[in-house]
């Protein structure tokens, strides 16, 4: 539904799983697919595809993986010269830390996510032996030999990042944006007060259709 109705050419990724395949390998697939789709060009793609203009993006554990292949995707960037990533869509990004933050304390009855079930997917997809501080997990950690700075690249893209009011996950979503505006990168909140985690999946819902406005405008603006 939302590559129907949104100007671009859609590539999914079909990358490794938890937990026979652990991180980094996701981060991986992700990063692979854009040098396979700078190595063959419009072979693989529609001729009318503009490669300068890409967008990475991803739902939950997807928008956990944009951030990281589009960071890695900035960061080594003179493997580019055909791709310019443009932009970072981060639907409901899955993030998180050893602390508990309210939303996850408060939200435990809501569906699809509440701790246990997040918790088992981080022991799933971490090295053995990380906890929940891992940089997979908790982008903008404390510590005394964390740089902020560090975590973003010069040349991360704008993004725009979606939050619902009944997500567990949503104080870690806010976290980010504004880990993301402390180091002067532009980024848009959008929140939905009465959204559930995944609430796009569901058309009957008003702020499904919201949702897809919203990112076709980014990208138009683009």
Request: net charge neutral; hydrophobic share 35%; glycine share 6%.
């Amino acid at each position: 539904n939302l590559a129907a109705q949104i100007p671009a050419t859609i590539v999914s990724v079909n990358y490794r799983l938890a937990p026979e395949h652990r991180f980094p390998c996701a981060y991986d697939d992700g990063f692979d697919t854009l040098k396979y789709i700078e190595a063959q060009n419009y072979a693989v793609l529609p001729s009318k595809t503009d490669l300068s203009k890409c967008f990475i993006a991803g739902d939950s554990a997807g928008g956990n993986i944009a951030h990281h292949v589009t960071h890695r995707a900035c960061k080594d960037s003179h493997l580019f010269k055909k791709i310019k990533i443009v932009g970072l869509l981060a639907m409901q990004p899955l993030f998180g830390g050893e602390e508990r933050t309210a939303s996850e304390l408060r939200l435990t009855r809501v569906p699809f996510l509440n701790i246990e079930s997040t918790d088992r997917m981080w022991r799933n997809f971490l090295p053995e032996g990380a906890d929940r501080n891992h940089k997979a997990a908790n982008v903008f950690r404390d510590g005394p030999n964390f740089k902020e700075a560090d975590t973003v690249p010069e040349d991360f893209p704008s993004s725009l990042v979606f939050v619902a009011g009944f997500d567990p996950l949503q104080d870690w979503q806010k976290r980010y944006c504004e880990g993301l505006r402390r180091c002067g990168k532009e980024v848009w909140l959008v929140e939905y007060p009465n959204g559930i985690h995944g609430f796009y999946n569901f058309p009957e819902l008003p702020e499904s259709a919201l949702f897809v406005k919203e990112v076709r405008q980014f990208i138009q603006e683009k």
